[in-house]
């Protein structure tokens, strides 16, 4: 269960994120109210995952794939479109999350 909590707590994280844009600066209502759930929920979920995996571990995949995730939300709902040195910087952030969960002794299996 732990995986599956750390990924309900990154799809979380990836919808309050997101819902933060179309807040615009919490002056819209049900956006802003995602925000708040949408982080509620990941900080919970995510103190659940540390009752098992190592802090570092867990925040470096937790923020790691929501850099990845939100990246993929503005390219689609917003229009961003980032550059080859942020498309660059994206995949070492997902090779960096790879080695820590495949070779890493630090990864609970």
Known sequence: MT???LVLAIVAEVVATSAL???MGFTRPLP?????????????????????????????IWAGLGIVLVTLVGI???????????????????AG??????FSKMSVH
């Open 76 to 94: 689609v709902a917003f229009g961003e479109r980032p550059d080859w040195p942020g498309m660059l910087g994206i995949g070492f952030i997902v």
């Open 32 to 60: 802003s109210i995602v925000v708040v759930v949408g982080y509620g929920v990941a900080f919970y979920l995510l103190s659940l995952v540390l009752r098992t995996l190592p802090v570092g571990l867990t925040y470096a």
């Open 21 to 23: 844009k179309a807040s």
């Open 97 to 102: 999350v790879v080695l820590l969960q495949v």
């Open 3 to 5: 995986f599956v909590y």
